[in-house]
C-alpha cells in the first residue's frame, strides 16, 4: 500500500517562503506522478502543482510564478518551494501521486498571515 507523507507546513508571513516536502513509501516504483493540491477552509481541493515522470509540470493559476515543484524520481519525492506566499494561500496542503490510482498524504496546515 503507497503512503505519502507530507512535512514542511508551518505559520510565515505574507511575502514569506516555506518549503513543503513530500516522500512516498510502501513501493519499489516511482509514481507517474506527483505533486500538491490544497484546500481552504469552506472551498474546494484544488490543483497547486502536479508533475509526470516525463518532466512536465502543471501550476495553479495562483500560483504560478511563485510557486516551484520539483521531484527527485529515485527517492519517490517531491518538493513545494513556496515564495511570495499570500493569505490566501493559507489551507491544507496534500501530496498527491498517482500509479494506476492515486494516492493522498493526510496534509499539512500552511498558514499565513497578513
Known amino acids: 500500500q503507497v503512503q505519502l507523507a507530507e512535512s514542511g507546513g508551518g505559520l510565515v508571513q505574507a511575502g514569506g517562503s516555506l518549503r513543503l516536502s513530500c516522500v512516498a513509501s510502501?513501493?519499489?516504483?516511482?509514481?507517474?506522478?506527483m505533486g500538491w493540491y490544497r484546500q481552504a477552509p469552506g472551498k474546494q481541493r484544488e490543483l497547486v502543482a502536479m508533475?509526470?515522470?516525463?518532466?512536465?509540470?502543471t501550476y495553479g493559476e495562483s500560483v504560478k510564478g511563485r510557486f516551484i515543484i520539483s521531484r527527485e524520481y529515485m527517492k519517490n519525492t517531491v518538493t513545494l518551494q513556496m515564495n511570495s506566499l499570500k493569505p490566501e494561500d493559507t489551507g491544507v496542503y496534500y501530496c498527491r501521486g498517482t500509479r494506476g490510482t492515486g494516492y493522498w498524504g493526510q496534509g499539512t496546515q500552511v498558514t499565513v498571515s497578513s
Open positions: 508533475t509526470t515522470s516525463d518532466g512536465e509540470s
Open positions: 510502501g513501493t519499489i516504483f516511482s509514481l507517474n506522478a
